[in-house]
């Protein structure tokens, strides 16, 4: 059975840094391309990043660019989510999702299988 379990979340002051990790199980990483979406409250989900199953990876809002870097272990079956320099507005609950498409997009829908979410606020 796919399963993806995402930790890493929390509390974190403004300018800090997180990593996320979200590992999959039941299927081979490699094949799928995994992203991550965010929800803030009242917001639509959100693509943020994304990685295909050749290795290449897409950052999507302009307001992540240059402090997001998402990564994949193959040989660990996990993905990471490096976020640096956080704001007050990257404050949702972040999701991990895999494609087994194996091709990138921002739009949920091509995603078929997605983890539980875990909560990252930023706040002073």
């Known amino acids: 059975q796919l399963q993806l379990v995402e930790s890493g979340g929390g509390l974190v002051q403004p300018g800090g840094s997180l990593r996320l990790s979200c590992a999959a199980s039941g299927f081979t990483l490699e094949d799928y391309a995994i992203a991550w979406f965010r929800q803030a409250p009242g917001k639509e989900r959100e693509g943020v990043s994304c990685t295909s199953s050749s290795g290449g990876s897409s950052n999507y809002p302009d307001s992540v660019k240059g402090r997001f870097t998402i990564s994949r272990d193959n040989a660990k079956n996990t993905v990471y989510l490096q976020m640096n320099s956080l704001k007050p507005e990257d404050t949702a609950i972040y999701y991990c999702?895999?494609?087994?498409?194996?091709?990138?997009?921002?739009?949920?829908?091509?995603?078929?299988?997605w983890g539980q979410g875990t909560q990252v606020t930023v706040s002073s």
């Open positions: 999702a895999a494609s087994s498409k194996g091709l990138c997009a921002k739009v949920p829908r091509i995603f078929n299988s």
